[in-house]
């Protein structure tokens, strides 16, 4: 059975630094991976999708992966209170996502 | 543009119930996928469709069914409710006949309670 693996958190970090989300995964045939952030009451928005290993940078997020040791992770730099939300990783297979639990993040001011 | 479109957003059934959700994707789109998402949890994958056909599904009983309409609308039904099916339920669009291997937009929801 596929997994993914996120720390439930919360994780707190102050106004401005930065916050480090992980992720492993079980499946080392998985191809894709997303980012996906959800606030309370609503559903998941994407943010961040990458396919190849390395980083890739949008904006005050970079998405990193490492396929040899199953992980990818999301960099959130000068965090604002706005970013308090749920971070959940997801894993590409051929027709489904397999979504983490997601991780808490917590930025105060 | 519009995005995803969900219908409708809350909804209260009983046990024993049958209750059907509606989803439109982001014009251009084929593919819908639906999810579950149970508090606490990450959503759990139930169907996918595109072109009007089931591509995918997840470990979820024979009272779940999914269908695609020709104008790629979808509706998802589930019958004989039973209280943990009390959940957020999630549709996703993709221009993709692989979804999970590109980019997926979801709706809103429709949050059901099952009393």
């Known amino acids: 059975q596929k997994e993914v693996e996120q720390n439930s958190g919360p994780l707190s970090v102050p106004e401005g630094a930065i916050a480090s989300l992980n992720c492993t995964y079980s499946?080392?045939?998985?191809?894709?991976f997303f980012w996906y952030r959800q606030y309370s009451g609503k559903s998941p928005e994407l943010i961040m999708f990458?396919?190849?290993?390395g980083d890739k940078e949008d904006g005050r997020f970079t998405a990193q992966l490492n396929k040899a040791s199953q992980y990818v992770s999301l960099l959130i730099r000068d965090s604002q209170p706005s970013d308090s939300a749920t971070y959940l990783c997801?894993?590409?297979?051929?027709?489904?996502?397999?979504f983490g639990k997601g991780t808490m993040l917590l930025v105060s001011p | 543009d519009a995005g995803v479109t969900q219908s409708p957003t809350h909804l209260i059934k009983t046990r024993g119930q049958q209750v059907t959700l509606r989803c439109s994707p982001i014009?251009?789109?084929?593919?819908v996928s639906w999810y579950q998402q149970v508090l606490g949890q990450g959503p759990q994958f139930i169907f996918q469709?595109?072109?009007?056909?089931?591509?995918g599904r997840g470990n979820f009983p024979d009272r779940f069914s999914a269908r695609q309409f020709p104008n790629y609308s979808s509706e998802l039904n589930v019958n004989a409710l039973l209280l943990g099916d009390s959940a957020l339920y999630l549709c996703a669009s993709s221009s993709q006949v692989q979804p999970s291997s590109y980019e997926q937009y979801f709706g809103p929801g429709t949050r059901l309670t099952v009393t």
């Open positions: 469709y595109y072109e009007k056909e089931e591509r």
């Open positions: 990458i396919y190849s290993n």
């Open positions: 997801a894993v590409g297979g051929y027709s489904t996502l397999t």
């Open positions: 014009s251009g789109h084929k593919s």
């Open positions: 499946d080392r045939g998985s191809q894709s």
